[in-house]
């Protein structure tokens, strides 16, 4: 089956800094490819996606990067702000509904 | 437009007791997701549903565990008899049409369950 990994499992950065996560899969059916954002006490929540015909994707601060040859997606968020501390994953959809979920990476931005 | 519903929020209870985590999808969405998530194991797929009928099982972990959904607005986890190794937190999660958003999960607040 699908296998996500991701790195790095915990993140430091300074305010305004950007952070950048990344992420590789295995299976090379899979087309769909979201990022959620947990916070302490709450589900996770969907912050941006990408589909297999598309190479980048911005919204704001953020944005996703796809290259299917090599099998990786990443995040990155520009100009860090302290609400950005979370814990973020990626995930992988190998056929139709079911996610793949990294280990998550915990981000921390220091004001 | 209220997200997805879960109840009970917390749990505690007792080895060998029968516990009923409940999900409310979103309404008009026809895909439903339980979820658990622990330190050990990250985020698992236990089962899901799509137009109330179950799709995949294959990742309940024990006959212990037991899933429903007699309509489109409700669905429960039951765990009979728990044990504390099923600590952990229980997502419910639904996602939408076919379509633009078909493949968009969104998830519930959780349940955090403890066995003693």
């Known amino acids: 089956g699908e296998n996500v990994e991701q790195h790095p499992s915990t993140l430091s950065v300074q305010e305004g800094d950007s952070a950048v996560i990344k992420c590789t899969y295995s299976?090379?059916?899979?087309?769909?490819f979201p990022w959620y954002k947990q916070e302490l006490g709450k589900g996770p929540q969907l912050i941006i996606d990408?589909?297999?015909?598309?190479g980048e994707k911005k919204d704001q601060r953020i944005a996703v990067t796809l290259n299917k040859t090599a099998k990786h997606f990443s995040l990155h968020i520009t100009e860090t702000q302290p609400e950005d501390s979370a814990v973020y994953f990626c995930?992988?959809?190998?056929?139709?509904?079911?996610?793949?979920f990294g280990a998550g990476t915990q981000v921390v931005v220091t004001p | 437009d209220a997200g997805v519903i879960q109840s009970p929020r917390h749990e505690v209870t007792e080895m060998g007791q029968e516990v009923t985590l409940r999900c409310k999808p979103i309404?008009?969405?026809?895909?439903l997701f339980w979820y658990r998530q622990t330190m050990m194991r990250g985020l698992e797929l236990l089962i899901y549903?799509?137009?109330?009928?179950?799709?995949?099982d294959s990742g309940m972990p024990e006959d212990r565990f037991s899933a429903k959904m007699p309509n489109a607005s409700f669905s429960t986890l039951k765990i009979q008899p728990s044990e504390p190794r099923d600590s952990a937190v229980y997502f419910c999660?639904?996602?939408?049409?076919?379509?633009?958003?078909?493949?968009?999960?969104?998830f519930g607040p959780g349940t955090r369950l403890t066995v003693t």
């Open positions: 999660a639904s996602s939408g049409l076919a379509g633009v958003n078909f493949y968009e999960q969104y």
């Open positions: 299976d090379s059916a899979s087309n769909y």
């Open positions: 990408i589909r297999s015909n598309v």
């Open positions: 995930a992988a959809s190998p056929r139709w509904a079911k996610l793949q």
């Open positions: 309404s008009g969405h026809n895909s």
């Open positions: 549903f799509n137009n109330n009928v179950p799709i995949d």
